[in-house]
């Protein structure tokens, strides 16, 4: 959730950044240009106040004070041309020049320049020349009209290079974008202070749903913080968890009463069926058929108490040798897989894992027992012991009649059996307990087709110690 939560925020806060940092750029720009557009407008009529009272004398008649005034403007054109590097000049309205700086500068037919002495023709001072961006390298060009009797007599143009202001604007904007990183920085740290606080009793809620989802039912959401609706969510979820594993124990603990109540009385009936069997005909097939329904429940009773044991007892895990384990197993099984006729053979090389002994010693009891059981007479059931880096397995395969893919989806289930199975001996728990024998400990088991027939069966434990 954080991966999604996270790229989300930082996405909002980026456009939040951008949409406040580029009308700061723009406006900067805007604020260098408009400042050295003042300057230049200050110039152009200062050179328009000097240029104000120097005819147009085509003749060349002009009177001395005329010629000094001209004189003065020319040398205040290349005075401001040499400290700055700023063309100027001051063009009459016929485009021939009274006087400008440098000397071999002329006012061009067409372009900016051109422009501006048009605009400026009209009356109208250049105020709002187009913006120059620090990535290009145009000139800035202002005019200003010499106004004469109320006439435009001339026009001052000056062509500015923009080299400066383009470097003040990029600083400028070197400046935003530092700015701009820095709270971005910011901005990303927060979020992910942000998502932890919130997600926080998430994870912990999610570890806990997982923890009571794999059997432990004594897990419980621990204190945390983040907003207080997702602590309200964690206080629901203990009492729920807690109504849960009450119902639970009691399911549990009726199962195990009901079982233990229940086998004195079958215990003395079924010794009354055997004194009564007495009074009978020997080979009564009535009374042989009561005595072995009488034993087959006295079986279902003592394995509903195994597995409401199992389902209770807690794992006592400690560093377990898997194939010394299943070995001794084997041993202890084949007798009883000789004497029905069936091949029982082991790999077990030496592996170790995180296991109860017992617990895992009852769990393959039942798997061995159930496989031995459907294996007809002639064939093999095989036990092998493999390691796969974080965890241990146990697989015993047969060479039974196998299961359907709708009957691989049911076993394991409580009191479940195949509709072909129902005339071998069992109650359908055995691999029931199995399963919650290993669940106690972290272990489970899976269940799958060996090929060409039979069944597989994979017991799983951890290699990795309990946290």
């Known amino acids: 959730m954080r991966t999604r939560l996270l790229p989300l925020l930082i996405v909002l806060m980026a456009a939040v950044l951008l949409a406040l940092g580029v009308p700061l750029a723009v406006s900067l720009a805007g604020a260098q240009q408009q400042k050295v557009v003042v300057d230049r407008i200050d110039d152009t009529a200062r050179f328009a106040a000097l240029a104000q009272f120097v005819t147009d004398s085509p003749t060349g008649t002009a009177s001395a004070f005329e010629n000094e005034r001209l004189a003065t403007l020319s040398s205040e054109l290349d005075s401001y041309y040499k400290v700055y590097g700023i063309r100027a000049g001051v063009f009459y309205r016929s485009s021939r020049a009274m006087a400008h700086a440098p000397a071999e500068w002329s006012l061009p037919e067409q372009g900016e320049v051109r422009d501006a002495f048009d605009e400026a023709l009209l009356s109208r001072r250049s105020h709002d020349p187009r913006q120059v961006w620090p990535w290009q390298r145009g000139n800035l060009v202002v005019a200003s009209p010499v106004i004469r009797d109320g006439d435009v007599v001339a026009v001052v143009v000056t062509d500015s290079p923009t080299g400066q202001m383009r470097s003040r604007t990029l600083h400028g904007w070197l400046v935003i974008g530092a700015g701009e990183f820095a709270a971005m920085l910011l901005a990303v740290g927060a979020a992910l202070r942000l998502t932890g606080w919130v997600l926080k009793p998430v994870r912990v809620l999610d570890a806990t749903t997982h923890d009571i989802a794999t059997g432990r039912l004594k897990s419980r959401v621990a204190a945390a913080g983040g907003p207080p609706e997702l602590r309200r969510l964690a206080r ?91 070995a001794e197993r084997v041993a202890a099984w084949y007798p009883t897989a000789e004497a029905k006729g069936v091949h029982l053979v082991g790999d077990c090389p030496p592996t170790t894992a ?24 002639g064939r093999t059931v095989e036990v092998s012991v493999a390691s796969n880096g974080d965890t241990s397995t146990v697989v015993v395969t047969d060479e039974g009649p196998g299961l359907t893919d709708e009957e691989l989806a049911r076993i394991g289930d409580r009191f479940w059996r195949s509709s072909r199975h129902q005339n071998i001996k069992g109650s359908g728990l055995g691999l029931s307990i199995s399963r919650a024998l290993l669940a106690a400990g972290g272990g489970s088991i899976a269940y799958d087709r060996h090929e060409p027939h039979g069944l597989k069966v994979t017991v799983t434990v951890p290699r990795v110690g309990p946290a």
């Open 236 to 326: 629901s979820f203990n009492e729920m968890a807690d109504n849960v594993e009450d119902v639970l124990e009691q399911q549990r603990a009726f199962v195990a009463d009901a079982s233990h109540q229940l086998r004195n009385p079958l215990a003395a009936l079924l010794l009354r069926i055997e004194l009564l069997s007495f009074e009978l005909p020997e080979g009564n097939q009535e009374i042989a058929s009561v005595q072995s329904e009488g034993k087959r429940l006295a079986q279902v009773l003592d394995d509903l108490l195994d597995l409401a044991l199992a389902e209770h007892t807690e794992a006592d895990l400690k560093i377990t040798d898997i194939g010394e384990l299943a």
């Open 354 to 377: 995180w296991a109860d002994p017992v617990a895992l010693s009852s769990a393959l009891d039942g798997v061995i027992d159930n496989a031995v059981k459907f294996t007809p007479e």
